[in-house]
């Protein structure tokens, strides 16, 4: 059974570093794209950090030159190192990843985590 689950979450105050995590496992063949997504309260969930299995990656404007992402497919982890926080970085973040698994061996299929709290204070 695929499990993602994420990691790293907590109260921070502004300007602070944190380091998310997102370990995938569970009969997996091929791991895809790895993404990071986040969820305001009251808000719709966005595209925070992607990056491709080629190491390709993609920044939404607001987090551009705070927020990296990062691979080890060794460990079939995602990380999101998130520098210089901001009150408006507050959310649930969520990991979304792309796997072809040893039940779906044909076509790669996206996989959600749980999600983790970041908190921002002022």
């Known amino acids: 059974q695929v499990q993602v689950v994420e990691s790293g979450g907590g109260l921070v105050q502004a300007g602070g570093p944190l380091r998310l995590s997102c370990a995938v496992s569970?009969?997996?063949?091929?791991?895809?794209?790895m993404d990071w997504y986040r969820q305001p309260l009251g808000q719709q969930r966005e595209l925070v950090a992607a990056?491709?299995?080629?190491?390709?990656?993609n920044y939404a404007d607001s987090v551009k030159g705070r927020f990296t992402i990062s691979r080890d497919n060794a460990k079939n982890t995602v990380y999101l190192q998130m520098n210089s926080l901001r009150p408006e970085d507050t959310a649930v973040y969520y990991c979304?990843?792309?796997?072809?698994?040893?039940?779906?061996?044909?076509?790669?299929?996206?996989?959600w985590g749980k999600g983790t709290l970041v908190s921002v204070s002022s």
């Open positions: 569970g009969g997996i063949l091929k791991i895809g794209h």
């Open positions: 979304n990843v792309e796997l072809w698994t040893v039940t779906m061996p044909l076509r790669g299929m996206d996989y």
């Open positions: 990056m491709t299995s080629g190491g390709t990656t």
